[in-house]
């Protein structure tokens, strides 16, 4: 039974050309819409639509205003950290023309570069308003998987960023890797990466207590995320410019970076649970709504 389900696993893998599939939403003249400018987007605009709706339930630690100014300066900080840290720590050799880190439209995001952007960003709005840093970030935690969610979608719609060579029953074909039947590591990173905690964090903000409890939200947000990257990574082809690295070192370049992220999800966690005083229903951190 086992040889025979082996068998059929090898044979007959899905053609991604086959899908239909094409990068982009249409095309008037040399201008595309493409689905990753979309999910970028959408991923922020439900961002910025979720976290006003969020703050009128009590207990919010930040008004309107602050929401609009994060909406503004968080879309800075995706953008610009996401291509920097791209070129960090993925495409190095960018830096010998400098004008390259500019050319978004090129491809090449950073999720840990994003992630860093973001949290400058929250720490300016958060300094200026007087606002209390992890509480915002609670906050902001639970609509980010969203955008995860419609990255790596778009990612599978592009046919890019695919995974390892397999013999499983779903594995893909990919024409823009070669002729090997491959997982399609994109749509688990939007199954473990998005859809994933953005169920956990909206039912966790909407029907308990968590949002009362500093820290927790944006610790688990962490941690989920951190080792979710960390055991895609696994099915995931690494980017050709760091196989050698991550043959020599054993893990990938994502690999590594998201190991501290899964220490300071489990800290920020164990932090938020310990404390015995949250923040109570009664408008505890709630700014001036002026």
């Known amino acids: 039974m086992l040889s025979l389900l082996a068998a059929n696993t090898v044979s007959d893998p899905i053609f991604w ?127 980010v998987p969203m955008g995860m969610l419609l990255g790596r979608l778009a990612n599978f719609i592009n046919g890019e960023l695919w995974g390892r060579p397999s013999d499983v029953a779903w594995a893909m074909v990919f024409p823009m890797a070669d002729d090997q039947a491959r997982h399609p590591s994109q749509l688990y990173q939007a199954a473990l990466e998005g859809l994933v905690p953005l169920i956990i964090l909206t039912v966790l903000f909407w029907f308990t207590r968590a949002r009362y409890r500093p820290g927790l939200l944006v610790g688990l947000f962490t941690l989920m995320m951190g080792a979710a990257r960390f055991t895609n990574e696994f099915f995931r082809q690494p980017d050709v410019q760091l196989a050698e690295f991550a043959e020599r070192t054993g893990l990938s370049m994502g690999q590594w970076l998201t190991i501290p992220l899964i220490l300071a999800g489990v800290a920020v966690t164990a932090y938020a649970l310990a404390r015995k005083s949250p923040a109570t229903a009664s408008g505890a951190g709630v700014p001036d709504q002026r």
Not at 103 to 124: N, T
């Open 17 to 143: 050309e086959n899908l239909g599939l094409r990068p982009y939403l249409f095309e008037i003249g040399s201008f595309q819409l493409r689905y990753y400018s979309l999910a970028y987007l959408i991923g922020v605009i439900f961002a910025y639509w979720h976290l006003s709706k969020m703050i009128k339930a009590p207990g919010a630690p930040l008004a309107q205003r602050h929401a609009d100014d994060l909406f503004f300066y968080g879309t800075l900080g995706v953008i610009l950290g996401g291509r920097l840290g791209y070129a960090i720590f993925y495409k190095p050799e960018i830096w010998s023309n400098p004008l390259d880190v500019l050319k978004l439209w090129e491809g090449g995001m950073s999720f840990h570069g994003g992630l860093v952007g973001v949290l400058v960003a929250i720490a300016f709005v958060a300094k200026r308003g007087k606002l209390d840093f992890i509480r915002v970030c609670d906050y902001i935690a639970v609509s």
